[in-house]
């Protein structure tokens, strides 16, 4: 089983609609969670970290659901902006510290 | 503004040549990561290391090498390019292990 795995889309979603995606990850004892947004041909750049109790930044909101090992984005009102790939990352133990382990990505387009 | 710096941005290699992707950061970090991603897949790593003159193999290690005279630079070598090393490569820093990393812009390597 992979350590984080991503629905890979695409997600084709007209302006203004709602977008939600989840990932889940193999390993219980993980202990930080993110999501990255990477636009085609550039860096992955931090979109938000995601807390136990659920947080929200504007349009976007992210839940962590420990007891089925997921987190979630939602994208509320979809910019034409939005248009990238989601990176969702989770920390995994890794000898007596921890490493970041990066999902594939989900695709995510929005159309005019 | 700098954060993590790369160069060069662009390359193309003949098979059997050798170089060094440079990377540098400013934002003292002790933590710094090699990824390369591949077209439509997630990012491995290749290398990583936890302060000057601390490195350590990540998932995908064969055919490069690091080294870490200084807190901020961590360049990556490859000897003896192959076309399987044709990728888009990502240096990164973090504060910490498991913690927000932050991605320069890459550096697109093709081997020819």
């Known amino acids: 089983r992979k350590e984080v795995e991503q629905d890979p889309g695409p997600f084709n979603v007209p302006e203004g609609a709602t977008v939600a995606f989840n990932c889940t990850y193999s390993?219980?004892?993980?202990?930080?969670f993110f999501w990255y947004r990477q636009d085609c041909r550039k860096e992955p750049k931090l979109l938000m970290s995601v807390y136990s109790s659920g947080n929200e930044d504007g349009r976007f909101t992210a839940q962590l659901n420990r007891a089925s090992q997921y987190i979630s984005l939602l994208i509320r009102d979809s910019k034409l902006s939005d248009s990238a790939t989601y990176l969702c990352?989770?920390?995994?133990?890794?000898?007596?510290?921890?490493?970041?382990?990066f999902g594939a990505g989900t695709t995510v387009t929005v159309r005019a | 503004n700098a954060g993590v710096t790369q160069t060069p941005k662009f390359r193309i290699l003949k098979i059997g040549q050798s170089m060094t992707l440079q990377c540098a950061q400013d934002?003292?970090?002790?933590?710094m990561y090699w990824y390369r991603q591949d077209p439509g897949m997630g990012l491995k790593l290749i290398y990583y290391?936890?302060?000057?003159?601390?490195?350590d193999k990540g998932e995908v290690p064969n055919g490069y090498n690091v080294s870490r005279s200084t807190t901020e630079d961590f360049p990556l070598r490859l000897e003896l390019a192959a076309p399987s090393q044709t990728s888009v490569y990502f240096c990164?820093?973090?504060?910490?292990?498991?913690?927000?990393?932050?991605f320069g812009e890459g550096s697109w390597l093709t081997v020819v």
């Open positions: 390993n219980s004892a993980s202990q930080s």
């Open positions: 934002m003292n970090h002790n933590y």
């Open positions: 290391s936890v302060g000057a003159g601390i490195t």
């Open positions: 990164a820093s973090s504060y910490s292990l498991g913690n927000t990393i932050y």
């Open positions: 990352v989770v920390n995994i133990p890794h000898s007596n510290d921890y490493k970041l382990s």
